[in-house]
C-alpha cells in the first residue's frame, strides 16, 4: 500500500527493419519481415503475462528457429519486447506498451470512465481504477486515488493474469463460456498470494457467482492486505474492454462494504459501457 501512483511512459521506437531470406521458411514465404514481426508481437500480446522462447514463438507462428530468432532480437532491441536472460524468454516490453496506451487514447476510454472514477472516490473515499483486457490479460490504465492517508495505489501499465484480483475476475467473468474455457486450457491458474484461487473448478463456481451478482470481490487475491470489487466494461459490438474497481486496506472491504461498493461500481462500469455505445439487455437501477 501507498500513498502515491506508479507507472511508466516511453517514446515509440522507430520502425522495424527484419529482413531473412524467404527461402528458409517456404510456408511463410509471402509474409513480410513487418508482418512477422507484428505477428510475434500479436503472439506475446495474447500470452501475456506469459513469457515465450524462440522455440514457442517459432512453432506458433510457423517459422524456422532462425528467422523467429532474428526478429526477437530485433525487436528486444528496439524495446518492443523484453528478454529473460535467466528463462531464455521473451515478453513484451516498454514499446509495446507505448503503441497500446496510444491505441486506448484513440477510444477515449479513459477520458470516458475519468468521471466515473472521480465520482466512485468522492463517494466511498478509496482509490477507483480502470483496467484494459489486453488478451490473455489485463493491464491498469487509469486510477484516481483515495484522499486517505492509508490507501491502495496501483502500478499503472504492468500486466495482470485473469485468475487473480476483483478487475481480472470481473473481466473474466464477461467473457463467454468458449472464452473462459479457453484460458483454463492454456494458462496455469498460478497462485500469486496465498489466497489467489488456482482451482479450475472453483474459479468456474467464482465466476458463475460474479455473473450473478454482477461484480467481482477479492481479499488479498492478487496483492497482500488488498480489498477490491471490480466491474465489466462493455465496447458497442459487445466485446468486454476492461474493468473499473475499487480498492483499499484489505480491513476496510468486509462483507458488508463489498456489497454496497460492488453495487456502486456496477452502475459506474453500466454508464461507462453506454457511453461507449453498449446496448444493455436490461437495465441497471443508477445509484
Given at each position: 500500500?501507498t500513498?502515491t501512483?506508479r507507472?511508466?511512459?516511453?517514446?515509440?521506437?522507430?520502425g522495424?527493419?527484419?529482413?531473412?531470406?524467404?527461402?528458409a521458411v517456404?510456408?511463410?514465404a509471402?509474409?513480410?519481415?513487418?508482418?512477422r514481426?507484428?505477428?510475434?508481437i500479436?503472439?506475446?500480446?495474447?500470452?501475456?503475462?506469459?513469457?515465450?522462447g524462440?522455440?514457442?514463438?517459432?512453432?506458433?507462428?510457423?517459422l524456422?528457429?532462425?528467422?523467429?530468432?532474428r526478429?526477437l532480437?530485433?525487436?528486444?532491441s528496439?524495446?518492443?519486447?523484453?528478454?529473460?536472460?535467466?528463462?531464455?524468454?521473451?515478453?513484451?516490453?516498454?514499446?509495446?506498451?507505448?503503441?497500446g496506451?496510444?491505441?486506448l487514447?484513440?477510444?477515449d476510454v479513459p477520458r470516458?470512465?475519468?468521471?466515473?472514477?472521480?465520482r466512485?472516490?468522492q463517494?466511498?473515499?478509496e482509490?477507483?481504477?480502470l483496467?484494459a483486457?489486453?488478451?490473455a490479460?489485463?493491464?491498469?490504465?487509469?486510477?484516481?486515488?483515495s484522499?486517505?492517508?492509508?490507501?491502495m495505489?496501483?502500478a499503472?501499465?504492468?500486466?495482470?493474469?485473469?485468475?487473480?484480483?476483483s478487475?481480472?475476475?470481473?473481466?473474466?467473468?464477461?467473457?463467454?463460456?468458449?472464452?473462459?474455457?479457453?484460458?483454463?486450457e492454456s494458462?496455469?491458474?498460478a497462485?500469486?498470494?496465498?489466497?489467489t484461487?488456482t482451482?479450475?473448478?472453483?474459479?468456474?463456481?467464482?465466476?458463475?457467482?460474479?455473473?450473478?451478482r454482477?461484480?467481482?470481490?477479492?481479499?488479498?487475491e492478487?496483492?497482500?492486505?488488498?480489498?477490491s470489487?471490480a466491474a465489466?466494461?462493455?465496447?458497442a459490438?459487445?466485446?468486454v474492454?476492461?474493468?473499473?474497481?475499487?480498492?483499499?486496506?484489505?480491513?476496510?472491504?468486509?462483507?458488508?462494504?463489498?456489497?454496497e461498493?460492488?453495487?456502486?461500481?456496477?452502475?459506474?462500469a453500466?454508464?461507462i459501457?453506454?457511453?461507449?455505445?453498449?446496448?444493455p439487455?436490461?437495465?441497471v437501477?443508477?445509484?
Amino acid at each position: 500500500m501507498t500513498g502515491t501512483d506508479r507507472g511508466d511512459m516511453h517514446v515509440l521506437p522507430p520502425g522495424l527493419d527484419v529482413t531473412e531470406s524467404d527461402a528458409a521458411v517456404p510456408d511463410t514465404a509471402s509474409r513480410s519481415g513487418l508482418a512477422r514481426a507484428l505477428g510475434v508481437i500479436g503472439t506475446l500480446a495474447e500470452r501475456a503475462p506469459e513469457a515465450m522462447g524462440v522455440s514457442a514463438i517459432a512453432r506458433e507462428l510457423g517459422l524456422s528457429k532462425t528467422v523467429a530468432h532474428r526478429i526477437l532480437k530485433e525487436l528486444a532491441s528496439l524495446e518492443f519486447l523484453a528478454f529473460d536472460e535467466v528463462t531464455k524468454r521473451y515478453r513484451l516490453g516498454t514499446g509495446a506498451l507505448q503503441v497500446g496506451m496510444a491505441a486506448l487514447r484513440g477510444l477515449d476510454v479513459p477520458r470516458v470512465a475519468r468521471p466515473h472514477l472521480q465520482r466512485l472516490v468522492q463517494e466511498t473515499g478509496e482509490t477507483a481504477t480502470l483496467s484494459a483486457r489486453q488478451g490473455a490479460a489485463r493491464v491498469y490504465i487509469d486510477q484516481v486515488l483515495s484522499p486517505h492517508e492509508i490507501r491502495m495505489s496501483v502500478a499503472l501499465g504492468t500486466a495482470h493474469a485473469l485468475h487473480a484480483g476483483s478487475s481480472s475476475k470481473a473481466i473474466l467473468a464477461a467473457l463467454s463460456d468458449t472464452e473462459v474455457e479457453e484460458y483454463l486450457e492454456s494458462h496455469a491458474l498460478a497462485a500469486v498470494t496465498d489466497h489467489t484461487i488456482t482451482s479450475a473448478e472453483r474459479l468456474r463456481a467464482e465466476l458463475a457467482s460474479i455473473r450473478e451478482r454482477g461484480y467481482a470481490g477479492s481479499r488479498g487475491e492478487r496483492q497482500h492486505g488488498a480489498g477490491s470489487v471490480a466491474a465489466a466494461v462493455l465496447l458497442a459490438d459487445g466485446g468486454v474492454f476492461g474493468a473499473v474497481s475499487l480498492c483499499g486496506p484489505v480491513d476496510r472491504f468486509g462483507a458488508d462494504v463489498q456489497a454496497e461498493y460492488g453495487a456502486r461500481v456496477v452502475a459506474a462500469a453500466h454508464k461507462i459501457s453506454l457511453e461507449l455505445g453498449w446496448q444493455p439487455d436490461g437495465v441497471v437501477d443508477a445509484l
